[in-house]
């Protein structure tokens, strides 16, 4: 019995050791050239980077893929300053 309690601590001790290090590149590393605005200003590379977002998005990374999806909600949305214009005639209920 005072073996395998032995054998246990051992074995708890082992499974506590240092975690294995990722052998993916950190995305941090990578300076970022597309902004917000400079994919806003060209459409043919926010879909581009979108599909490859879509597809891989580890490699690209999370900050790119982050900044691809808030050009395209501002595309799509716009700047979000459209005033309410109620119709001319009330709606007959």
């Given at each position: 019995?005072?073996?395998?309690s032995i054998l246990l601590v051992?074995?708890?001790?082992?499974?506590?050791?240092?975690?294995?290090?990722?052998?993916?590149?950190?995305?941090?590393?990578?300076?970022?050239?597309?902004?917000?605005?400079?994919?806003?200003?060209?459409p043919e590379r926010r879909k581009?980077?979108?599909?490859?977002?879509?597809?891989?998005?580890?490699?690209?990374?999370?900050?790119?893929?982050?900044?691809?999806?808030?050009?395209?909600?501002?595309?799509?949305?716009?700047?979000?300053?459209?005033?309410?214009t109620p119709p001319k005639e009330?709606?007959?209920?």
């Amino acid at each position: 019995m005072k073996r395998l309690s032995i054998l246990l601590v051992v074995a708890l001790l082992s499974a506590c050791g240092e975690k294995p290090t990722s052998i993916e590149k950190p995305s941090a590393d990578v300076p970022l050239t597309d902004t917000v605005e400079s994919l806003l200003a060209d459409p043919e590379r926010r879909k581009e980077l979108r599909e490859q977002c879509r597809l891989n998005r580890a490699e690209l990374g999370d900050k790119l893929c982050n900044i691809v999806a808030e050009a395209t909600n501002k595309a799509f949305l716009g700047d979000g300053k459209v005033p309410y214009t109620p119709p001319k005639e009330k709606p007959a209920f």
